[in-house]
């Protein structure tokens, strides 16, 4: 649907249950919100008992490639680590050990023997087989308690084809491909050292299951500004090497969103090198006309380091999840978690919701 609708843009020129937090402020936070009705017009605010407030710690702010990725296994962030976690050398193998009948062994996976990615890389496209799976994941870690990950579209006839785009860290990454059948898993790990860079001040990755097709990942720079073309990250603006301009003119505080999908699972990433003082803000759009109500996660990564993985289940199409905030130069997040029905306002005036947001 997005695929018509740009083409025609050419030619003329979310009631849900309550989501799942985890954070990285020494508490175990399990933020969530009652369950709400499908007519309901909004969600109320999570509980804020525990604070929901979160900072990044300023030692993670230091070059990603400067430290072991054999560190990942010793984070303390309770955010959930990927599955695997101790194992972060190359090498390929069964879960359980002696295993009849998992996955066969992976090929065509020539992506992931690169040792070291270009310099500028933000993302690594990955395909192959795993034969007899019938569903894969992704996970990519890094040294500094960094990690996100995801499902991917696979060959639901058991032919274990895969294919995805991955955003990467600054310096070492953890890639790990899961693929699994009803006798087990084969888990393929592989440490490729992403472009040597000094951290980014922000990520934001979404995921989303195989109900969902095309969720839309925003990242606005003032409350009430989706789908504006000068003050929102997102598919029509920020797709471009140069991303979206904001604060002094240049590369370094522009927001880009590499990685863009527009049909089951995603991801979708949008990365900022140096955020300029104030408040970000993180949104998602259940973009297509088409799609069942979608279960959605949202990792925030702020100095390389994971702050939160938020869950959204059951989030309908044409809603939009208002996420959290951003402070700089605190690297504070801070829950919102509200979506609201924009299914009478959808592409009025803009290129999907029209309503006025908080």
Same mark, same amino acid.
């Given at each position: 649907?997005?695929?018509?609708?740009?083409?025609?843009?050419?030619?003329?020129?979310?009631?849900?249950?309550?989501?799942?937090?985890?954070?990285?402020?020494?508490?175990?936070?399990?933020?969530?919100?009652?369950?709400?009705?499908?007519?309901?017009?909004?969600?109320?605010?999570?509980?804020?008992?525990?604070?929901?407030?979160?900072?990044?710690?300023?030692?993670?702010?230091?070059?990603?490639?400067?430290?072991?990725?054999? @560190?990942?296994?010793?984070?303390?962030? =309770?955010?959930?680590?990927?599955?695997?976690?101790?194992?972060?050398?190359?090498?390929?193998?069964?879960?359980?050990?002696?295993?009849?009948?998992?996955?066969?062994?992976?090929?065509?996976?020539?992506?992931?023997?690169?040792?070291?990615?270009?310099?500028?890389?933000?993302?690594?496209?990955?395909?192959?087989? @795993?034969?007899?799976? =019938?569903?894969?994941?992704?996970?990519?870690?890094?040294?500094?308690?960094?990690?996100?990950?995801?499902?991917?579209?696979?060959?639901?006839?058991?032919?274990?084809?895969?294919?995805?785009?991955?955003?990467?860290?600054?310096?070492?990454?953890?890639?790990?491909?899961?693929?699994?059948?009803?006798?087990?898993?084969?888990?393929?790990?592989?440490?490729?050292?992403?472009?040597?860079?000094?951290?980014?001040?922000?990520?934001?990755?979404?995921?989303?299951?195989?109900?969902?097709?095309?969720?839309?990942?925003?990242?606005?720079?003032?409350?009430?500004?989706?789908?504006?073309?000068?003050?929102?990250?997102?598919?029509?603006?920020?797709?471009?090497?140069?991303?979206?301009?904001?604060?002094?003119?240049?590369? =370094?505080?522009?927001?880009?969103?590499?990685?863009?999908? =527009?049909?089951?699972?995603?991801?979708?990433?949008?990365?900022?090198?140096? @955020?300029?003082?104030?408040?970000?803000?993180?949104?998602?759009?259940?973009?297509?006309?088409?799609?069942?109500?979608?279960?959605?996660?949202?990792?925030?990564?702020?100095?390389?380091?994971?702050?939160?993985?938020?869950?959204?289940?059951?989030?309908?199409?044409?809603?939009?999840?208002?996420?959290?905030?951003?402070?700089?130069?605190?690297?504070?997040?801070?829950?919102?978690?509200?979506?609201?029905?924009?299914? @009478?306002?959808?592409?009025?005036?803009?290129?999907?919701?029209?309503?006025?947001?908080?």
């Amino acid at each position: 649907m997005r695929t018509i609708f740009v083409a025609l843009c050419l030619l003329l020129c979310a009631c849900s249950q309550g989501p799942t937090l985890a954070a990285v402020d020494g508490s175990d936070a399990n933020v969530g919100s009652d369950a709400a009705t499908m007519d309901s017009p909004s969600l109320d605010a999570p509980s804020t008992e525990d604070t929901g407030v979160f900072d990044a710690q300023e030692d993670g702010a230091t070059s990603a490639d400067a430290a072991s990725a054999d @560190a990942e296994a010793g984070c303390t962030s =309770t955010v959930a680590m990927p599955p695997y976690s101790d194992r972060t050398m190359n090498e390929e193998f069964t879960d359980p050990p002696v295993c009849t009948g998992c996955p066969s062994p992976y090929a065509d996976v020539e992506e992931l023997s690169v040792a070291t990615l270009p310099d500028g890389a933000t993302s690594l496209r990955v395909a192959g087989t @795993a034969r007899g799976a =019938t569903q894969c994941e992704w996970f990519v870690s890094n040294s500094s308690c960094g990690h996100t990950g995801g499902r991917i579209l696979t060959d639901p006839e058991g032919g274990g084809q895969f294919s995805t785009t991955l955003p990467v860290f600054c310096g070492t990454n953890v890639v790990r491909i899961v693929c699994r059948n009803d006798r087990g898993a084969r888990v393929l790990v592989r440490r490729i050292e992403g472009p040597r860079c000094s951290g980014r001040d922000l990520r934001v990755t979404l995921a989303w299951d195989m109900a969902g097709l095309d969720l839309e990942l925003h990242l606005l720079r003032a409350p009430r500004a989706l789908n504006s073309m000068t003050d929102d990250c997102t598919w029509f603006t920020c797709m471009s090497p140069a991303g979206l301009e904001w604060g002094a003119p240049g590369d =370094t505080d522009n927001p880009r969103k590499d990685i863009d999908n =527009t049909g089951s699972f995603g991801p979708e990433n949008i990365y900022l090198d140096r @955020a300029p003082a104030g408040t970000y803000y993180v949104m998602v759009e259940h973009w297509s006309r088409s799609g069942q109500p979608s279960t959605a996660d949202v990792d925030i990564i702020v100095r390389e380091r994971s702050v939160a993985r938020l869950r959204r289940s059951m989030f309908p199409r044409q809603w939009v999840w208002n996420v959290g905030t951003i402070t700089f130069p605190e690297g504070r997040f801070t829950p919102t978690d509200t979506a609201l029905d924009c299914n @009478a306002s959808w592409m009025t005036t803009s290129r999907g919701c029209d309503l006025p947001l908080p």
